[in-house]
């Protein structure tokens, strides 16, 4: 390059809703690099969205950017570029005239024009942007509900002056087995060049090419592989007679084998996170390496090696700061619809962008796979062929045909290096989680919390049914609604042989922090926090709003720590992706992260405590339920998972339990896997009064703990002093009469009620409750776990947290919780609401009712006779009832009460 003119400053600027006229003048100024939005140029409208973070300056339009840029003489035979990174749909005239290309429409890719035949001392730039033409939807790329559609130009702006004759276009193939690289390239203005080829801490040579298109080979002895472990990035130099390029690279190679992922020939496995590129002060990604490296920093802090972007690309700063941290990116093409057979206009864009990204970051080490879009459906022909060529046209990277391809009915393309979805059929689930309208359910959503469940069976089958998809059409959740599409006809179940990836894993709601709506001091506006706020305070429920958060946060936190090591657990499965360890906040908002949309933490769990179940290298205790009797004796089988640089060598492992000691020898290096140790028993605490005991594991500078919950032998509850009552009629009789009574319903009345469940709520609630009424499903149940009242005398002899945990399966299992809006009840077990709602539901609560003491309790304790937990509940809450501590502090009409439960 014989030199860069930078072009970030002040330019005139115009804005038009409609095509501005090509001799429109710009009237106003603005700073590029950045968006309208960001400056603050279009009106403020009066949009206050509960579904997303607002931009209280969104805009459909054209933006118009002038100026004047002194490119001085052209040497002879020298070519002269304007480029803009990060910018829409463009179109550039200088001094009055158009560029030849005309526009340039990429999402993702540098837009450069050619301007040679323009140029010439000073001259006139006028950049055309507007954000309304774009052939595709654009994904996550123009979404509302992530980054918006912003107008403007993020990224460098400038003008290039290179030497007529030079190499570009590089394209740098690493040979990890021989240490040397392959480089190709376009040789400029000349048949044959002498180059001059370096790589930091390798010595120079002199190569001779004779084509326009040329490869050649350098050796490079002793070079250290890039890998998450050892990101180590090079830079190629090439000096083509003055003109010089640097194209930084890393020495490596991924692959697959079987159903592994393989990087210089070492299995690796995925612990990825979802990115939808949410950026909440700015509105747009970040095109510097800084913006990336703090919130990748973040994602490493807590174990993430992978980022898979939903239907958007991210900018080359972002590639630059995962080579830096050593992260696995994950592209995919701005698209989430249907694939037609015939190709339409978009779909030639869509192909034509994915060249485009592969030719722009190719070389970046950290570019691991690219995906074709999200949840697609159409023609499997179509995919496998886009597919072929790009594998095809850069060799260097994984393909998948998309994430979570025809959802109910996958298929896997022979041009697929591996699979990412959520199921293999209706019921072969592998991940723990689903919506209702995707029903059925995940294990962690249905079963008992346990932490030896795995999703091999579900995978690869030992034995599988021959069930067809039968073609015809399908209701599908489609974005935030519903589509019809067509399936594809196919014949029995699908056994994978590539590797298969979880996708969109946890999505686990936690109740908003309303202290982090301070923090949005930028672009977007947190209204939709505000307004769940203002439901809340409506309801008269605001002062619980933080120990909703809190409870919330952690069984969510809880759910995720399960959701995880199921996947360590499993076998046949080589990565995940979660959406999301940061919040989303858009599509209804979804508060699914233990860290905020700015990817800081929340509080609700420590990085140290999250790298305890997420990270390279996890000891896992395996037990099929966390409720214990007292003195029971346990297998406990130990699993190591270890994907760290080091193996780990007849690794002993430390149990410690209530006090006792075990040891778990194994012999062996153990690496890149996840391992049987072995099985030894433990024994749980004998102990006279119900209590929480801690398991906790540690081997080879890990640890890992369970909170297992323990119980004595009980007798039935002692109802001696009381009036035990499951009819509402029988209860009201005794209150009349000044008794002190439990009551245990057998019903709550439907529209009294919420049933009640252990898991909290998927995604949330607006959305997909709307997606299952539109599609005659259930509807979700929508709550959020317990917030409980845990320094109660009831709970003496029944330890808990304020938040869900295992002992309380059984109990809300199959109960109700009953809706007391505005009785101002204070329940001592309180199920919490989602934010549309705000019911104020209580599960067991106490209140003065007529003449006597109500004890209201809407879970079937007295049924679950097996249950150790409701035993232990039923007997501490008759107990409590016969004290004098029993002193309700709220009192309730009859007739309100009566309107629930009779």
């Not at 390798?202 to 090419?209: L, Q, S, T, Y």
């Not at 490296?293 to 590639?319: Q, S």
């Not at 992260?327 to 030639?348: K, N, S």
């Not at 080879?700 to 323990?710: A, E, M, Q, R």
Request: hydrophobic share 35%; charged share 25%; aromatic share 10%.
């Amino acid at each position: 390059m014989i030199k860069y003119i930078d072009l970030s400053g002040e330019w005139g600027f115009l804005l038009s809703a409609e095509k501005p006229d090509e001799n429109a003048v710009c009237t106003d100024t603005i700073t590029l690099p950045s968006t309208v939005q960001q400056m603050k140029k279009p009106p403020v409208t009066d949009e206050r969205s509960a579904g997303y973070l607002t931009d209280p300056y969104r805009f459909d339009g054209y933006a118009v950017y002038e100026r004047k840029a002194d490119v001085g003489e052209i040497p002879d035979g020298a070519r002269v570029y304007f480029i803009a990174e990060r910018t829409r749909t463009t179109a550039l005239s200088v001094n009055g005239r158009k560029a030849e290309c005309g526009e340039f429409n990429s999402l993702c890719a540098f837009h450069r024009y050619d301007i040679t035949d323009l140029c010439g001392g000073e001259i006139t730039l006028r950049l055309t942007v507007d954000n309304v033409s774009c052939p595709v939807p654009g994904g996550h790329l123009t979404s509302q509900d992530t980054q918006t559609n912003w107008l403007g130009v993020t990224g460098k702006i400038g003008i290039e002056i290179l030497n007529g004759v030079r190499f570009e276009n590089v394209k740098i193939y690493p040979d990890t087995e021989n240490q040397q690289i392959k480089v190709c390239g376009k040789l400029c203005g000349a048949e044959k060049a002498q180059l001059e080829v370096s790589v930091n801490g390798f010595g120079a040579e002199n190569v001779e090419v004779t084509s326009d298109k040329p490869e050649f080979v350098y050796a490079m002895t002793g070079a250290q592989l890039w890998s998450e472990h050892t990101p180590v990035v090079y830079t190629l130099k090439i000096n083509c007679g003055g003109d010089v390029t640097e194209t930084d690279f890393g020495m490596r190679e991924f692959k697959t084998r079987g159903m592994d992922f393989l990087l210089n020939g070492e299995k690796i496995f995925l612990r990825g996170k979802h990115d939808g590129m949410i950026f909440p002060m700015t509105g747009a990604a970040p095109a510097d390496k800084e913006g990336w490296l703090k919130v990748m920093k973040a994602a490493k802090e807590h174990g993430i090696n992978h980022y898979r972007f939903h239907t958007c690309c991210p900018p080359e700063a972002a590639f630059c700061a995962a080579d830096e941290l050593g992260i696995y990116m994950e592209p995919e093409l701005p698209f989430w619809g249907t694939i037609e057979e015939e190709i339409t206009d978009g779909q030639q864009y869509l192909i034509d962008e994915g060249y485009r990204i592969l030719d722009s970051f190719g070389n970046h080490p950290s570019f691991f796979a690219m995906s074709l879009g999200n949840e697609l459906w159409g023609s499997q022909e179509r995919l496998n062929a886009i597919l072929g060529g790009y594998k095809q046209h850069d060799s260097r990277h994984l393909y998948t045909q998309g994430s979570n391809n025809f959802q109910f009915w996958p298929c896997i393309v022979d041009n697929d290096d591996f699979f990412t979805g959520v199921r293999f059929s209706k019921e072969r689930l592998f991940r723990g989680s689903y919506a209702m309208c995707d029903a059925p359910q995940g294990h962690i959503q249905t079963n008992a919390p346990n932490s030896d469940y795995t999703y091999d069976e579900h995978i690869r089958p030992a034995q599988v049914n021959s069930e067809a998809s039968g073609g015809g059409t399908i209701e599908i959740q489609y974005g935030t609604g519903v589509k019809t599409v067509s399936m594809t006809n196919a014949s029995g179940e699908l056994i994978p042989n590539i590797p298969v990836v979880s996708h969109e894993v946890g999505q686990y709601f936690m109740y908003p922090d309303y202290n982090e709506i301070e923090k949005y001091t930028g672009v977007l506006k947190p209204y939709n926090l505000e307004i769940f706020r203002e439901r809340l305070e409506g309801a008269g429920l605001l002062d619980y709003a933080d120990s909703y958060f809190k409870a919330s946060g952690r069984f969510a936190a809880e759910c995720y720590k399960n959701e995880i090591e199921t996947a360590l657990r499993s076998n046949t499965l080589s990565g995940f992706q979660l959406l999301d360890i940061q919040d989303f906040t858009g599509q209804g908002t979804a508060l699914v992260g233990i860290l905020n949309s700015f990817m800081e933490s929340k509080g609700v769990i420590s990085p140290e405590e999250w790298r305890e179940f997420c990270s390279e290298k996890v000891i896992l205790g395996c037990l099929d339920r966390f409720v214990f009797k007292a003195g029971e004796k346990v297998k406990l089988a130990v699993k190591l998972c270890n994907y760290s640089a080091c193996a780990e060598v007849d690794p002993a492992v430390k149990i410690t339990l209530g006090g006792k000691e075990y040891t778990l020898n194994a012999k062996g290096g153990f690496k890149n896997g996840t391992f049987d140790l072995g099985c030894t028993e433990i024994e749980m605490p004998s102990v006279n009064k119900a209590e929480k005991a801690v398991l906790k594991l540690e081997c080879g500078g890990v640890k890992n703990s369970y909170d297992l919950w323990i119980f004595p032998e009980i007798a039935d509850a002692d109802f001696d002093g009381l009036t035990f009552a499951k009819d509402w009629a029988a209860a009201e009789k005794a209150l009349n009469n000044g008794e002190k009574v439990l009551f245990m319903p057998e019903n709550v009345n439907e529209n009294y009620g919420i049933e009640g469940t252990y898991c909290t709520d998927f995604w949330n609630y607006p959305m997909f409750a709307s997606i299952s009424r539109s599609m005659n499903k259930p509807e979700p149940v929508g709550t959020l776990g317990l917030l409980i009242e845990k320094n109660h005398p009831i709970f003496e002899s029944f330890p808990t947290e304020i938040y869900s945990t295992a002992q309380w399966y059984d109990v809300v299992t199959d109960s109700s919780a009953a809706v007391l809006d505005g009785m101002g009840v204070k329940s001592i077990l309180r199920t919490i609401d989602n934010c549309e709602r705000n019911h104020d539901l209580g599960t067991l609560f106490e209140v003065n009712a007529g003449n006597g003491k109500l004890m209201v309790c809407t879970a079937k304790l007295d049924v679950k006779k097996d249950s150790l937990p409701c035993r232990q509940l039923l007997s501490a809450i008759a107990e409590y009832i016969k004290t004098d501590s029993f002193a309700p502090e709220q009192t309730v009409e009859t007739d309100a009460l009566r309107k629930i439960f009779a």
